[in-house]
Nanobody
Framework: VQLQASGGGLVQAGGSLRLSCAASGSSFTINRMAWYRQAPGKQRELVALLTSGGSTNYADSVKGRFTISGDNAKNTVSLDMNSLKTEDTAVYYC??????????????????WGQGTLVTVSS
């Protein structure tokens, strides 16, 4: 499974951006979709996740400002980011976990990452 992310860019503080990520491959099921980010000099951190059951979880720093949504039919996940702050500047990575059937009795689990898209929030 391969992921392709898009939607990053430069935005002023207080503005909005939408990131999107699409999965491609043959015969797979997605269990979990998530967005991570990594700011310069910092570790990668979880921003938001969405389970196949519809549960969501957000980092405290983005609660109330970011919204994760997924489309299982299109195998896509999006992150709507509002009221952006300079501290949101980072490279954002989409991540999906799932499985692909091998035969009628077994499947392989996989964990895929997008290439990263840069979000820069200026003051």
């Amino acid at each position: 499974v391969q992921l392709q992310a898009s939607g990053g860019g430069l935005v002023q503080a207080g503005g909005s951006l939408r990131l999107s990520c699409a999965a491609s491959g043959s015969s797979f099921t997605i269990n979990r979709m998530a967005w991570y980010r990594q700011a310069p000099g910092k570790q990668r951190e979880l921003v938001a996740l969405l389970t196949s059951g519809g549960s969501t979880n957000y980092a405290d720093s983005v609660k109330g400002r970011f919204t994760i949504s997924g489309d299982n039919a299109k195998n896509t996940v999006s992150l709507d980011m509002n009221s952006l702050k300079t501290e949101d500047t980072a490279v954002y990575y989409c991540n999906m976990e799932g499985y692909s059937p091998v035969d009628s009795w077994s499947a392989n689990a996989w964990d895929a990452w997008g290439q990263g898209t840069l979000v820069t929030v200026s003051s």
